[in-house]
C-alpha cells in the first residue's frame, strides 16, 4: 500500500483530519516514549485507491526552539517514509518560521507534496488561501476540519500524486518469502543463513527509500526472493528511533508476500506482539510458517519442542493451519527443513481444487453433521466452488447466508483442509444465496 503522510505544526489540526480520512476504520496509536511518540497510521479508500495514512503526531513542546525540532523530526520522517505527503497550515495564522522549515525539507526531497489550508471554513473565501501559493508546491487545497469540507478536494490531489502501483514485479513462479518478527529474534542471522553467506548491508542511498531489501536466490531448481525488513534498521537514524515504521515496513513487506516467515525467539518465548504481525499476515491471506530460532540456546528434553508448539497453537489459534520450524540460524541446525516447508505451503496457498471433489466432501461433511436450525429453519448447503487462489478462496450457495454460522463454517472448512491438506495457507470461506 502507498503511503500519505501528513505533517505540520501542533495544533493545525492534523488529527481531525486524519480522523476524517479513515472514517470509522481503525487507527493504530503507537505510543512509545521518546521523541516520536504518538504517532498514528491508519488506512484509507480513495477513488478506488487504498492507501496507508500516517498522523505524524503530536508531541508536547515548549518553545520555539523544540518546535523546530519537532516539525524537522516530522517532515523527516515523511520524507522516508512516504509516496505522497499532505503539508497542512493554518489559514488564520499564515506562513510561520515552522512552515518555512518544513517547506525547504520538503522542497529539498523531491518527494509530491499537497498543501492542505486549514481552517478555511468559507471556501468561497479564496483570499485566505492566496499566500500559500508562495510555499511553491501548486494549488493549496483550502479545507476545513471542523465542518469537514474540502476533504475529498484534498484526497483527489494526495491520491492522483501517489505512485502507479507495485514498482518490483516477480515471475509467477518465484516463492516471495517475507521474513518478520520482532527485534533480535534472528530475523537477519536467518535471512543470512538462508543465504549462505554474510550479507553486506547497503548504506542509506540518499533520496531513496525502500521498504525492505530484496534478495533472489535459488535453491534445488526453485526461485525464491527474500523480502527481508531487518536489515533496514541500520540504514538511518530516523529509523532506529522509529519502532512505529519497523510496523509499517512489516506490514508492507507482508503485502508483497506469498509466505511470510513469522520469526519467534526460542529463548524468550511468545510476545504480544508477535501476534500483531502474525494476524496481519493471517488477514491478509499469506501463507505463513512460524519458524522458532535460537533453538540451540534452549535447554530441551523430549518434550521442549511439544510444550513450545502447544503454546504456539493457544497463542495463534487463528493460525493453526502454520507450520512450525524449529531452528538454530546461528549452528544452522535443522536450518534444512526450512525452505522444504516454504515450498509445501506456497504450493498449498496457490491450491486449486476441483469443484466435484469439492462438492463431494461437502456433501458428506453436511450429511455427517447436518447444519443446525435457527428458528425452526436450516440452513441448506447447495454448492461450492473455489473462485480463486493465494490465498485459496470458496464461495458456498446455501438458501440463506444468515443461517451459516461460524461454527459450521469452521466445521466445513476443517473438513476441506482433512481432505486438500492447505497447509500453510489461511482459507476464505464466503456464502451467498442461492436456491
Ligand atoms: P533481528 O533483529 O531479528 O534481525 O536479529 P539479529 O539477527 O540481529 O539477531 C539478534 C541477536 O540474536 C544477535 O546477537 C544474534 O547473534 C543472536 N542470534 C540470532 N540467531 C541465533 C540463534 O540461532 N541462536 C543463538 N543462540 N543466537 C542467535
Known sequence: RPVIAIVGRPNVGKSTIFNRIIGDRLAIVEDKPGVTRDRIYGTGEWNGRSFSVIDTGGIEIDGEDELLRLVRIQAELAIEEADVIVFMVDAKAGITNADEEVTRMLFRSGKPVVVAVNKVDNLQRMDDIYEFYGLGFGDPVAISGAHGTGIGDLLDAAVFKLPEKEDQTYDEDVIKVAVIGRPNVGKSSLVNAILGEERVIVSNVAGTTRDAIDTPFEKDGQRYVLIDTAGMRKRGKVYETTEKYSVMRSMK???????????????????????????????????????????????????????????????????????????????????????????????????????????????????????????????????????????????????????????????????????????????????????
Open 253 to 435: 513487506a507482508i503485502e508483497r508476500a506469498d509466505v511470510v516467515l513469522v520469526v519467534i525467539n526460542g529463548e524468550e518465548g511468545i510476545i504480544d506482539q508477535d501476534k500483531h504481525i502474525a494476524g496481519y499476515a493471517h488477514e491478509n491471506g499469506k501463507a505463513s510458517v512460524f519458524v522458532v530460532n535460537k533453538w540451540d540456546a534452549v535447554e530441551k528434553d523430549d518434550k521442549t519442542m511439544q510444550h513450545f508448539s502447544n503454546s504456539i497453537r493457544d497463542h495463534f489459534m487463528f493460525m493453526h493451519y502454520a507450520p512450525i520450524v524449529f531452528l538454530s540460524a546461528m549452528t544452522k541446525s535443522r536450518l534444512s527443513k526450512l525452505l522444504p516447508v516454504v515450498n509445501h505451503v506456497a504450493e498449498q496457498h496457490a491450491l486449486r481444487v476441483p469443484t466435484h471433489l469439492l462438492n463431494d466432501i461437502i456433501a458428506d461433511a453436511v450429511a455427517v453433521t447436518p447444519p443446525p436450525t435457527d428458528k425452526g429453519r436450516r440452513l441448506r448447503v447447495n454448492y461450492a466452488t473455489q473462485v480463486s487462489v493465494k490465498p485459496p478462496t470458496i464461495l458456498i450457495f446455501v438458501n440463506d447466508p444468515e443461517l451459516m454460522h461460524f461454527s459450521y463454517e469452521r466445521y466445513l472448512e476443517n473438513k476441506i483442509r482433512a481432505s486438500f491438506d492447505f497447509e500453510g495457507t489461511p482459507l476464505r470461506l464466503f456464502t451467498r444465496r442461492k436456491s
